[in-house]
């Protein structure tokens, strides 16, 4: 037998990833409007509090008393690790890695703080200079997400979010002003952070009040629908303003087992499967897949389309699939399907559970990278993968084995996913340094190579500490991926 080709190509792309709303603090300088991750309140799960771990949505009434008490509440995602006054430390420790790419996010409501200035706000462009301006320095590619599980509130509270088309064009005109800006300072793009998670919580990807609709997933795909509009009419604006860029969309991938060989169960696996692919049939092949038909009709869905939208979606495709990866699930006839939610009712017992109870599967990413590929044929890039876990800082140091030790098992299913023949572009651990949790609000659910001296309630210096990972990551890169003891 010839050898097998177990390593990464040259050029790829090493990094870590974050979300605006989860680091950058500073909710309301320099112009920046509301958005509706600002409007997130901190529940305490040790006080008794219910933390909904899985939906993360907010109610009207909730975000009525959050706008009229606001002192009341402890928003966390207002003061993420101030990563805004703080990006250049911060960037030097990804840099002392050896960081080839940083995938972050813009804060829509820096840009255009309701959604619907006509002109944009120069404070929070120039902010998104300096940080760019910053990464190049060390050579780091910035990977950008232009949606990343917010939008201004504004457009919330005026259209209940993306159920209503309103936001297509003022989503584009955002996507045209930073496209236009940034051009000669990044390259690659995804549209919308996990498309998918509009059906698992319609605030956080819609900017939906669930309360206040009828049929909670028809207005989840309803707001699927305006998003691969704006997303095909970003791209195109994109295209126009730069050959070189290289777009992507991105979900959740969440591979689904049947629970058993029975053919009903592998079934309810198939349907699993065809619902987390739907987002990129749309957005890569360009066309509702018509598996999608009857799963409308039985569930009383009705997508209201404009003519001339399904052309719109048809013609402008994406460059690359972009997708995170966290877990498996398991799916068995007659238990209510899990597709699309982040919670399994059926525990898999060939693995073992987070301390935020999320299965860990490392064969699970072999086998995704696998079926999206030969799906596909594009390009992957695995933009989120990593381990929430409570740190503790033992003499000024965290050792962190269980998240090295979670990192290197992904990584060398990724080494075979390339020996399978998969074309994978890059690797961007999720929450490379410690950041707000997108679905409890903690910041004890920690990520990061890079420990943030912060607590759930925000009290801390912020001192930046280097984890035994961050030692560990270093080689791994350094060697592109052959040394990962
Ligand atoms: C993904 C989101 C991220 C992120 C991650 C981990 O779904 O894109 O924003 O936070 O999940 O989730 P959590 O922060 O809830 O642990």
Redesign the pocket.
């Known amino acids: 037998m010839t050898k097998l080709n177990m390593t990464f190509p040259e050029g790829f792309l090493w990094g870590g990833a974050t979300?605006a709303n989860?680091i950058e603090g500073a909710f309301d300088a320099d112009g920046k409007g509301l958005s509706s991750q600002d409007m997130v309140a901190y529940k305490d799960p040790y006080a008794g509090e219910k933390v909904d771990n899985f939906t993360f949505n907010v109610s009207s009434t909730e975000l009525e008393e959050y706008l009229k008490n606001p002192d009341k509440y402890k928003f966390p995602k207002r003061w993420g690790i101030d990563f805004y006054n703080n990006y250049k430390e911060d960037i030097a420790l990804f840099a002392e890695m050896g960081f080839k790419v940083f995938r972050m996010s813009i804060a829509w409501t820096r840009i255009y703080p309701t959604g619907m200035e006509d002109e944009p706000n120069e404070k929070g462009l120039e902010f998104y200079d300096r940080v760019f301006d910053e990464l190049a320095k060390y050579g780091i590619e910035p990977l950008v997400t232009l949606s990343?599980?917010e939008m201004p509130i504004t457009l919330t509270q005026k259209y209940n979010g993306w159920l209503s088309r309103e936001p297509i064009e003022l989503f584009v005109k955002y996507a045209k002003t930073v496209f236009e800006r940034y051009k000669d300072k990044v390259k690659y793009w995804i549209t919308f952070?996990?498309m998918n998670?509009n059906l698992n919580s319609p605030y956080t990807g819609g900017g939906i009040l669930a309360d206040t609709v009828d049929n909670v997933e028809e207005a989840a795909f309803q707001a699927n629908h305006h998003q691969f509009v704006a997303s095909a009419l970003a791209i195109k604006e994109g295209r126009k303003i730069s050959p070189d860029f290289q777009i992507g969309c991105m979900i959740?991938r969440i591979e689904t087992y049947a629970a058993t060989p029975d053919p009903l169960d592998q079934l309810q696996a198939l349907r699993a499967e065809q619902l987390n692919m739907f987002y990129p049939e749309v957005q890569a092949r360009g066309k509702y897949p018509s598996y999608m038909e009857r799963y409308f009709k039985e569930r009383n869905i009705n997508i209201k389309k404009l003519p001339g939208d399904d052309e719109i979606i048809g013609s402008h495709l994406v460059d690359f699939i972009a997708f995170?990866y966290y877990m498996t699930h398991m799916a068995k006839a007659g238990i209510s399907d899990t597709a699309g939610q982040f919670d399994s009712p059926i525990k898999n017992p060939h693995l073992e559970l987070t301390e935020w109870d999320w299965p860990i599967d490392a064969v699970g990413l072999r086998i995704s990278l696998n079926k999206l590929y030969d799906r596909y044929q594009l390009p992957l890039f695995l933009v989120?993968n990593g381990l929430?876990a409570h740190d503790k800082v033992e003499d000024g140091k965290i050792h962190d084995p269980y998240r090295i030790d979670y990192l290197r098992k992904h990584i060398k299913e990724m080494k075979e996913a390339i020996a399978d023949g998969v074309e994978i572009m890059g690797y961007t651990t999720?929450g490379c340094i410690d950041l707000i949790?997108?679905?409890?609000s903690q910041m004890s659910?920690r990520y990061g190579f890079i420990y943030v001296d912060q607590d759930d309630e925000g009290n801390g210096t912020g001192k930046r500490i280097r984890k035994d990972s961050f030692y560990w990551y270093k080689k791994v890169i350094e060697s592109n991926g052959e040394d990962l003891d």
């Open positions: 979300a989860q990343h599980f952070n996990e998670m959740n995170s989120e929430g999720w949790s997108c679905g409890t659910k």
